[in-house]
């Protein structure tokens, strides 16, 4: 079965660095775009960064700058390099993924990891 597990969330002190990984796993043939999103406590998930299998990215405006996503298309792994952390950054991060997994791409998400940036 395909699964995707975030990992590398926890506290961090505003102005200071955190770095996500996110490791599918299970019959994968291909793996299309992924993608960090995010969602705070009463907000809407909202799309953090994103990365195609050729390596174009996309980024929130409210993380251009700070945040960067890349991928390591052999160990089917993405990463989010957070970087000058702001407390609105507190969020759980959830990895997604566009996954070839038996016939056709499907969407997969992680379980998500939190992410807690204090004062």
């Known amino acids: 079965q395909v699964q995707l597990v975030e990992s590398g969330g926890g506290l961090a002190q505003a102005g200071g660095s955190l770095r996500l990984s996110c490791v599918a796993s299970?019959?994968?043939?291909?793996?299309?775009?992924m993608a960090w999103y995010r969602q705070a406590p009463g907000k809407q998930r909202e799309l953090v960064a994103s990365i195609s299998r050729g390596g174009e990215t996309n980024y929130a405006d409210s993380v251009k700058g700070r945040f960067t996503i890349s991928r390591d298309n052999v160990k089917k792994l993405a990463y989010l390099q957070m970087n000058s952390l702001k407390p609105d950054d507190t969020a759980v991060y959830y990895c997604n993924a566009a996954i070839l997994s038996m016939s056709r791409y499907s969407p997969y998400w992680g379980q998500g990891t939190q992410v807690t940036v204090s004062s």
């Open positions: 299970g019959i994968i043939f291909g793996i299309e775009t």
